[in-house]
């Protein structure tokens, strides 16, 4: 007759495995009808692609950039799209916030990362032309292209700096590599702890609530 375990840790880190597998399953099945900006529909906006280099520079100026074509008056429907795309896969993205997504080119998140900062950067380009944006939009782009030269970044590339990109198509992260990248792999198992942690205090909040 097997015995039961009594270990709470045990049922505790169990669980959070759990969860993070179905979290895992639920991304994987999403991501199965748009794998990467090459697979679907070209009758989006064509986004050029942006190189490795480039990526470093822009995503530390994104707010800027973002907080400047959020408020952008001289806006036309293709430069709304390219915006909301840069948005939207920025979000798809776990905004910016796992390690490694746009430095380390072995990271499942750096394809995703390439797409919302090329479509960023095309946002910020945009606003070049734009009478009302231009000056601001300009003074980024020097203080950008500076910061290039100073840490000799614009010759860097990786496995995705030739790859263009398009509105109609979400760049998913590559959920089966996260497995083998340990960095994006500790990320999400914490916060998979962490879901799981505020899920017990609400739950003894509640049954508190109950017995009153």
């Known amino acids: 007759m097997l015995r039961q375990s009594h270990c709470p840790g045990c049922t505790k880190r169990g669980l959070a495995s759990l969860g993070l597998a179905a979290l895992l399953f639920f991304a994987a099945g999403n991501a199965s009808a748009h794998n990467s900006s090459s697979a679907g529909s070209r009758a989006g906006i064509p986004i050029s692609g942006i190189s490795h280099g480039e990526m470093a520079v822009i995503a530390e100026y994104r707010d800027r950039i973002i907080d400047l074509a959020s408020q952008a008056i001289d806006t036309n429907e293709p430069f709304r799209r390219v915006l909301n795309y ?28 390439h797409a919302y900062l090329a479509a960023t950067k095309a946002v910020l380009i945009a606003m070049r032309a734009m009478p ?81």
Request: hydrophobic share 50%; glycine share 6%; aromatic share 10%.
């Open 86 to 113: 840069a948005q939207i896969q920025y979000s798809y993205c776990f905004w910016g916030q796992m390690p490694g997504s746009v430095t380390d080119e072995r990271s499942p998140f750096n394809e995703c990362a």
């Open 132 to 212: 009302q944006e231009a000056a601001a939009a300009s003074a980024i782009i020097a203080d950008a292209d500076a910061a290039m030269v100073q840490r000799g970044l614009s010759l860097i590339t990786c496995r995705f700096s030739g790859e263009a990109f398009n509105t109609a198509d979400i760049v998913r992260p590559r959920w089966s590599e996260i497995a083998t990248h340990a960095a994006s792999m500790a990320s999400l198992s914490g916060l998979v702890g962490v879901l799981f942690a505020a899920f017990l205090v609400a739950k003894r909040l509640l049954r508190g609530q109950s017995s009153v």
